[in-house]
Protein backbone atom coordinates (compact mmCIF):
# COMPACT_ATOMS: atom_id res chain seq x y z
CA UNK A 1 0.00 0.00 0.00
CA UNK A 2 1.71 3.35 -1.05
CA UNK A 3 1.08 6.42 1.28
CA UNK A 4 0.81 9.95 0.09
CA UNK A 5 2.75 12.65 2.11
CA UNK A 6 1.02 15.54 2.25
CA UNK A 7 3.64 18.97 3.19
CA UNK A 8 2.28 20.86 6.58
CA UNK A 9 2.08 24.26 6.32
CA UNK A 10 4.43 26.21 8.57
CA UNK A 11 2.74 27.19 12.18
CA UNK A 12 1.49 30.79 12.01
CA UNK A 13 3.98 31.31 14.56
CA UNK A 14 6.69 30.03 12.84
CA UNK A 15 5.66 32.39 9.45
CA UNK A 16 5.18 35.44 12.08
CA UNK A 17 8.83 34.63 13.06
CA UNK A 18 10.07 34.60 9.65
CA UNK A 19 8.10 37.93 8.71
CA UNK A 20 9.79 39.63 11.68
CA UNK A 21 13.60 38.15 11.79
CA UNK A 22 13.85 36.42 7.92
CA UNK A 23 15.49 37.59 4.98
CA UNK A 24 18.73 39.84 6.49
CA UNK A 25 22.07 38.60 5.84
CA UNK A 26 23.73 36.51 8.86
CA UNK A 27 26.49 39.75 9.01
CA UNK A 28 23.64 41.74 10.28
CA UNK A 29 22.88 39.52 13.04
CA UNK A 30 26.30 39.37 13.99
CA UNK A 31 26.05 43.20 14.39
CA UNK A 32 22.94 43.04 16.14
CA UNK A 33 24.06 40.77 18.80
CA UNK A 34 27.20 42.77 19.75
CA UNK A 35 25.27 45.76 19.44
CA UNK A 36 22.80 44.25 22.09
CA UNK A 37 25.13 42.80 24.46
CA UNK A 38 27.06 45.99 24.56
CA UNK A 39 24.00 47.83 25.52
CA UNK A 40 23.04 45.17 28.20
CA UNK A 41 26.66 45.99 29.65
CA UNK A 42 25.65 50.36 28.76
CA UNK A 43 25.80 51.12 32.59
CA UNK A 44 28.45 54.00 33.16
CA UNK A 45 26.69 56.18 31.54
CA UNK A 46 23.71 56.56 33.32
CA UNK A 47 25.13 56.83 36.26
CA UNK A 48 27.82 58.95 35.61
CA UNK A 49 26.84 62.08 37.63
CA UNK A 50 25.89 59.84 40.71
CA UNK A 51 29.53 58.51 40.50
CA UNK A 52 30.84 61.72 40.03
CA UNK A 53 29.27 62.88 43.12
CA UNK A 54 29.20 60.22 45.53
CA UNK A 55 32.52 58.22 44.54
CA UNK A 56 34.65 60.58 43.66
CA UNK A 57 33.10 63.64 46.22
CA UNK A 58 32.56 66.50 43.08
CA UNK A 59 30.91 69.17 43.78
CA UNK A 60 27.28 69.40 41.31
CA UNK A 61 29.31 72.77 39.62
CA UNK A 62 32.37 70.08 38.86
CA UNK A 63 30.23 67.33 37.84
CA UNK A 64 28.50 69.68 35.27
CA UNK A 65 31.99 70.44 34.06
CA UNK A 66 33.68 67.37 33.77
CA UNK A 67 29.76 65.91 31.71
CA UNK A 68 30.35 69.58 29.66
CA UNK A 69 33.74 67.81 28.71
CA UNK A 70 32.54 64.57 27.66
CA UNK A 71 29.76 66.81 25.52
CA UNK A 72 32.74 68.44 23.72
CA UNK A 73 34.48 65.51 23.04
CA UNK A 74 30.77 63.62 21.24
CA UNK A 75 30.53 66.67 19.26
CA UNK A 76 33.62 65.60 17.76
CA UNK A 77 33.23 62.04 17.82
CA UNK A 78 30.39 61.54 15.24
CA UNK A 79 32.33 63.37 12.67
CA UNK A 80 35.50 62.19 12.70
CA UNK A 81 33.71 58.69 12.72
CA UNK A 82 32.22 59.63 9.84
CA UNK A 83 36.02 59.94 8.25
CA UNK A 84 36.99 57.34 9.58
CA UNK A 85 34.43 54.52 8.64
CA UNK A 86 34.99 56.15 4.72
CA UNK A 87 38.62 56.32 5.12
CA UNK A 88 39.70 52.65 6.73
CA UNK A 89 36.82 50.95 6.76
CA UNK A 90 33.45 50.38 8.50
CA UNK A 91 34.72 46.92 10.52
CA UNK A 92 37.92 48.61 11.55
CA UNK A 93 36.03 52.06 13.16
CA UNK A 94 33.62 50.35 14.76
CA UNK A 95 36.11 47.76 16.45
CA UNK A 96 38.32 50.40 17.15
CA UNK A 97 36.03 52.36 18.76
CA UNK A 98 34.87 49.98 21.08
CA UNK A 99 38.24 48.96 22.38
CA UNK A 100 38.89 52.39 23.07
CA UNK A 101 35.51 52.56 24.62
CA UNK A 102 37.13 49.70 26.62
CA UNK A 103 39.99 51.54 27.83
CA UNK A 104 38.33 54.35 28.77
CA UNK A 105 35.83 53.25 30.99
CA UNK A 106 38.80 51.38 32.73
CA UNK A 107 40.76 54.93 32.99
CA UNK A 108 37.91 56.61 34.29
CA UNK A 109 36.99 53.95 36.78
CA UNK A 110 40.41 54.45 38.53
CA UNK A 111 40.86 58.20 37.73
CA UNK A 112 40.75 60.04 41.24
CA UNK A 113 42.35 63.25 40.44
CA UNK A 114 40.00 65.93 38.63
CA UNK A 115 42.81 66.22 35.58
CA UNK A 116 42.92 62.69 35.22
CA UNK A 117 38.65 62.69 35.57
CA UNK A 118 38.15 65.18 32.60
CA UNK A 119 40.77 63.73 30.85
CA UNK A 120 39.08 60.14 31.03
CA UNK A 121 35.51 61.87 30.00
CA UNK A 122 36.65 63.72 26.99
CA UNK A 123 38.28 60.51 25.58
CA UNK A 124 35.25 58.94 26.61
CA UNK A 125 33.06 61.17 24.87
CA UNK A 126 35.24 60.93 21.53
CA UNK A 127 35.04 56.79 21.18
CA UNK A 128 32.00 55.84 23.13
CA UNK A 129 29.44 56.61 19.89
CA UNK A 130 32.04 55.78 17.32
CA UNK A 131 30.56 52.59 16.44
CA UNK A 132 27.47 54.75 15.59
CA UNK A 133 28.39 55.80 12.02
CA UNK A 134 30.09 52.49 11.41
CA UNK A 135 27.30 50.42 12.23
CA UNK A 136 24.96 52.40 10.08
CA UNK A 137 27.46 52.16 7.62
CA UNK A 138 27.34 48.25 7.44
CA UNK A 139 23.16 48.03 7.41
CA UNK A 140 23.37 50.38 4.75
CA UNK A 141 26.04 47.98 2.85
CA UNK A 142 24.63 44.41 3.41
CA UNK A 143 20.99 45.04 3.50
CA UNK A 144 18.77 46.22 0.47
CA UNK A 145 16.92 49.11 0.17
CA UNK A 146 13.94 47.21 0.87
CA UNK A 147 14.53 45.98 4.20
CA UNK A 148 16.32 48.34 5.68
CA UNK A 149 13.77 49.89 7.32
CA UNK A 150 13.00 46.33 8.90
CA UNK A 151 16.85 46.26 9.97
CA UNK A 152 17.70 49.81 11.53
CA UNK A 153 14.63 48.63 12.94
CA UNK A 154 15.65 45.64 14.74
CA UNK A 155 18.84 47.39 15.47
CA UNK A 156 17.01 50.08 17.61
CA UNK A 157 14.84 47.25 19.37
CA UNK A 158 18.09 45.12 20.31
CA UNK A 159 19.46 48.34 21.88
CA UNK A 160 16.08 49.24 23.72
CA UNK A 161 16.14 45.78 24.92
CA UNK A 162 19.62 45.68 26.28
CA UNK A 163 19.69 48.81 27.50
CA UNK A 164 16.65 48.16 29.84
CA UNK A 165 18.33 44.94 31.22
CA UNK A 166 21.04 46.83 31.74
CA UNK A 167 20.02 49.66 33.29
CA UNK A 168 18.29 47.59 35.99
CA UNK A 169 21.34 45.32 36.76
CA UNK A 170 23.62 48.84 36.77
CA UNK A 171 21.05 50.06 39.68
CA UNK A 172 22.17 46.85 41.55
CA UNK A 173 25.70 46.71 40.91
CA UNK A 174 26.57 50.25 41.57
CA UNK A 175 25.17 49.05 45.56
CA UNK A 176 28.06 46.94 45.38
CA UNK A 177 30.91 49.58 43.96
CA UNK A 178 30.83 51.22 41.32
CA UNK A 179 33.83 49.69 39.72
CA UNK A 180 32.25 46.74 38.95
CA UNK A 181 30.08 49.18 36.32
CA UNK A 182 33.33 49.86 34.83
CA UNK A 183 34.47 46.55 33.96
CA UNK A 184 31.19 45.08 32.73
CA UNK A 185 31.28 48.17 30.33
CA UNK A 186 34.73 47.69 29.37
CA UNK A 187 34.32 43.92 28.72
CA UNK A 188 30.98 43.85 26.92
CA UNK A 189 32.81 46.54 24.50
CA UNK A 190 35.54 44.17 23.90
CA UNK A 191 33.01 41.17 23.29
CA UNK A 192 30.99 43.52 20.60
CA UNK A 193 35.04 44.35 19.05
CA UNK A 194 36.06 40.88 18.57
CA UNK A 195 32.77 39.53 17.38
CA UNK A 196 32.15 42.20 14.69
CA UNK A 197 35.87 41.64 14.09
CA UNK A 198 35.67 37.80 13.21
CA UNK A 199 32.21 37.62 12.07
CA UNK A 200 31.55 41.25 9.92
CA UNK A 201 32.99 41.17 6.35
CA UNK A 202 34.62 44.66 5.81
CA UNK A 203 31.84 46.08 3.09
CA UNK A 204 33.75 49.99 2.11
CA UNK A 205 33.21 50.38 -1.34
CA UNK A 206 36.46 51.62 -3.31
CA UNK A 207 35.96 55.62 -2.83
CA UNK A 208 36.18 57.52 -6.47
CA UNK A 209 39.01 60.36 -6.48
CA UNK A 210 36.04 62.88 -6.39
CA UNK A 211 34.18 61.79 -3.43
CA UNK A 212 36.39 64.79 -1.19
CA UNK A 213 35.54 65.33 2.66
CA UNK A 214 32.83 66.61 4.28
CA UNK A 215 32.25 69.05 1.93
CA UNK A 216 30.50 67.22 -0.23
CA UNK A 217 28.05 66.70 2.21
CA UNK A 218 27.49 70.29 3.52
CA UNK A 219 26.42 70.57 -0.38
CA UNK A 220 24.11 68.03 -0.14
CA UNK A 221 20.88 70.54 0.61
CA UNK A 222 18.88 67.39 1.02
CA UNK A 223 20.59 65.94 3.76
CA UNK A 224 21.57 69.45 5.39
CA UNK A 225 17.84 69.88 5.54
CA UNK A 226 17.23 66.27 7.09
CA UNK A 227 19.60 66.89 9.41
CA UNK A 228 18.09 69.94 10.79
CA UNK A 229 14.82 68.43 11.13
CA UNK A 230 16.27 65.41 12.82
CA UNK A 231 18.27 68.20 15.52
CA UNK A 232 14.63 69.43 15.98
CA UNK A 233 13.11 65.93 16.84
CA UNK A 234 16.59 65.38 18.87
CA UNK A 235 16.20 68.12 21.05
CA UNK A 236 12.32 66.69 21.97
CA UNK A 237 13.59 63.40 22.64
CA UNK A 238 16.55 64.41 24.80
CA UNK A 239 14.16 66.51 27.17
CA UNK A 240 13.91 62.93 28.55
CA UNK A 241 17.10 62.73 29.59
CA UNK A 242 17.51 66.39 30.89
CA UNK A 243 14.71 68.37 31.90
CA UNK A 244 12.17 65.21 31.87
CA UNK A 245 13.67 64.17 35.46
CA UNK A 246 14.24 67.61 36.88
CA UNK A 247 10.40 68.40 36.18
CA UNK A 248 8.88 65.66 37.39
CA UNK A 249 10.88 65.63 40.79
CA UNK A 250 11.64 68.95 41.66
CA UNK A 251 8.17 70.66 40.20
CA UNK A 252 5.19 67.84 40.01
CA UNK A 253 7.15 65.66 43.20
CA UNK A 254 7.10 62.78 41.75
CA UNK A 255 9.47 60.11 43.99
CA UNK A 256 12.33 59.00 41.88
CA UNK A 257 10.22 55.57 42.73
CA UNK A 258 7.29 56.78 41.10
CA UNK A 259 9.64 58.65 37.78
CA UNK A 260 10.86 55.11 37.39
CA UNK A 261 8.02 53.01 37.34
CA UNK A 262 6.42 55.37 34.71
CA UNK A 263 9.55 55.49 32.72
CA UNK A 264 10.05 51.91 32.63
CA UNK A 265 6.38 51.93 29.63
CA UNK A 266 8.75 53.40 27.32
CA UNK A 267 10.81 49.97 27.04
CA UNK A 268 8.16 47.64 27.77
CA UNK A 269 6.31 49.64 24.89
CA UNK A 270 8.83 49.60 22.42
CA UNK A 271 10.06 45.69 23.28
CA UNK A 272 6.46 44.46 22.35
CA UNK A 273 4.91 46.89 20.10
CA UNK A 274 7.81 47.41 17.72
CA UNK A 275 8.73 44.60 16.40
CA UNK A 276 5.10 43.54 15.79
CA UNK A 277 4.77 46.67 13.33
CA UNK A 278 8.55 47.37 12.43
CA UNK A 279 7.96 45.27 8.46
CA UNK A 280 4.38 47.49 7.90
CA UNK A 281 5.58 50.70 8.99
CA UNK A 282 8.80 50.36 6.97
CA UNK A 283 6.64 49.51 3.79
CA UNK A 284 4.99 53.38 4.43
CA UNK A 285 6.41 56.19 2.72
CA UNK A 286 9.02 57.15 4.80
CA UNK A 287 8.96 61.09 5.14
CA UNK A 288 5.16 61.01 5.98
CA UNK A 289 5.78 58.41 8.67
CA UNK A 290 8.63 59.85 10.07
CA UNK A 291 6.78 63.22 10.49
CA UNK A 292 3.75 60.98 11.54
CA UNK A 293 6.04 59.99 14.22
CA UNK A 294 7.47 63.24 15.09
CA UNK A 295 4.25 65.20 15.20
CA UNK A 296 2.61 62.04 17.79
CA UNK A 297 5.80 62.60 20.00
CA UNK A 298 5.99 66.34 19.94
CA UNK A 299 1.96 65.92 20.89
CA UNK A 300 2.82 63.72 23.73
CA UNK A 301 5.92 66.13 25.36
CA UNK A 302 2.82 69.17 24.98
CA UNK A 303 0.69 66.70 27.42
CA UNK A 304 3.21 66.69 29.72
CA UNK A 305 2.15 70.64 30.99
CA UNK A 306 -0.72 68.82 32.26
CA UNK A 307 0.90 66.26 34.52
CA UNK A 308 0.04 65.84 38.00
CA UNK A 309 0.54 62.05 38.97
CA UNK A 310 2.34 59.13 38.06
CA UNK A 311 -0.97 58.20 35.80
CA UNK A 312 -0.39 61.20 34.07
CA UNK A 313 3.13 61.34 33.22
CA UNK A 314 2.63 57.37 32.20
CA UNK A 315 0.05 58.43 29.84
CA UNK A 316 2.03 61.21 28.35
CA UNK A 317 5.24 58.47 28.22
CA UNK A 318 2.99 56.46 25.99
CA UNK A 319 1.53 58.59 23.39
CA UNK A 320 5.29 59.91 22.95
CA UNK A 321 6.77 56.12 22.95
CA UNK A 322 4.17 55.21 20.05
CA UNK A 323 5.83 58.40 18.08
CA UNK A 324 8.80 57.13 19.39
CA UNK A 325 7.96 53.34 17.98
CA UNK A 326 6.67 55.16 14.31
CA UNK A 327 9.99 56.78 13.67
CA UNK A 328 12.02 53.47 14.68
CA UNK A 329 14.46 52.94 11.76
CA UNK A 330 13.18 54.97 9.57
CA UNK A 331 15.53 57.95 9.93
CA UNK A 332 18.79 55.43 9.23
CA UNK A 333 16.99 54.47 6.06
CA UNK A 334 16.77 57.94 4.78
CA UNK A 335 20.31 58.81 5.15
CA UNK A 336 21.38 55.23 3.22
CA UNK A 337 19.35 56.36 0.55
CA UNK A 338 20.66 59.82 0.75
CA UNK A 339 24.29 59.15 0.84
CA UNK A 340 26.71 57.95 -2.03
CA UNK A 341 28.04 54.03 -1.25
CA UNK A 342 31.31 55.35 -0.35
CA UNK A 343 30.11 58.38 1.46
CA UNK A 344 27.88 56.46 4.10
CA UNK A 345 30.34 56.97 6.93
CA UNK A 346 30.21 60.82 6.61
CA UNK A 347 26.53 61.34 6.26
CA UNK A 348 25.64 58.90 9.06
CA UNK A 349 28.29 61.07 11.27
CA UNK A 350 26.60 64.31 9.89
CA UNK A 351 23.40 62.74 11.08
CA UNK A 352 25.07 61.49 14.85
CA UNK A 353 26.06 64.87 15.10
CA UNK A 354 22.79 65.96 15.08
CA UNK A 355 21.87 64.02 18.07
CA UNK A 356 25.48 64.84 19.59
CA UNK A 357 24.68 68.58 19.34
CA UNK A 358 21.01 68.02 20.76
CA UNK A 359 22.62 66.25 23.65
CA UNK A 360 24.16 69.88 24.79
CA UNK A 361 21.35 71.97 23.50
CA UNK A 362 18.52 70.32 25.11
CA UNK A 363 19.42 71.31 29.12
CA UNK A 364 21.00 74.75 28.07
CA UNK A 365 17.60 75.29 26.08
CA UNK A 366 15.23 73.73 28.72
CA UNK A 367 16.49 75.00 31.78
CA UNK A 368 15.78 78.01 31.40
CA UNK A 369 12.44 77.61 29.91
CA UNK A 370 11.68 75.20 33.19
CA UNK A 371 12.29 78.12 35.30
CA UNK A 372 9.60 80.43 33.12
CA UNK A 373 6.79 77.47 34.20
CA UNK A 374 6.03 73.63 33.17
CA UNK A 375 4.01 75.26 30.12
CA UNK A 376 6.52 77.03 28.65
CA UNK A 377 8.55 74.68 28.61
CA UNK A 378 6.18 71.30 27.47
CA UNK A 379 5.04 74.08 24.99
CA UNK A 380 8.15 75.21 23.56
CA UNK A 381 9.09 71.25 22.75
CA UNK A 382 5.71 69.86 21.22
CA UNK A 383 5.62 73.20 19.35
CA UNK A 384 9.58 71.76 17.89
CA UNK A 385 8.08 68.53 17.70
CA UNK A 386 4.89 69.81 15.03
CA UNK A 387 7.46 72.29 13.08
CA UNK A 388 10.05 69.08 12.51
CA UNK A 389 6.95 67.19 11.28
CA UNK A 390 6.51 70.15 8.97
CA UNK A 391 10.11 71.15 7.65
CA UNK A 392 9.99 66.92 6.91
CA UNK A 393 7.09 66.90 5.16
CA UNK A 394 8.11 69.88 3.03
CA UNK A 395 11.13 67.57 2.07
CA UNK A 396 8.87 64.62 1.29
CA UNK A 397 9.39 64.99 -2.38
CA UNK A 398 13.16 65.51 -2.68
CA UNK A 399 13.29 62.28 -0.74
CA UNK A 400 11.05 60.41 -2.75
CA UNK A 401 13.04 61.21 -5.57
CA UNK A 402 16.34 60.14 -4.17
Do not use: H
Amino acid sequence: MSTISVDRPPRKTTQFFRSKVGGLPRPFWALWGGTVVNRLGTMVMPFTGVYLTQSRGLSLATAGLVMGVFGAGSLLSQLLAGVLTDRIGRRATLSGGMLATAAGMLALGYSTSLPAILASMFVLGLVVDVYRPASNALVADLVSPVERPRAYGLLFWGINLGYAVGMTAGGWLAGLGFVWLFWIDAVSSVVFAVLVWRAVPETRPAARESAGGFGVVLRDRVMVGFTVVILGNALVYMQTMTMLPVAMTEVVKLSPGQYGLAMALNGVLIVVVQPLVSGWLGRRDAARTLALGMAVMGAGFAMTAFVTSTLGLAATIAVWTVGEIITAGIPGAVVAALAPAELRGRYAGLFGFAWSLAGVLAPLLGGPLLEIGTGALWFSVGGIGVLSAAGLLLLGPAIRRR
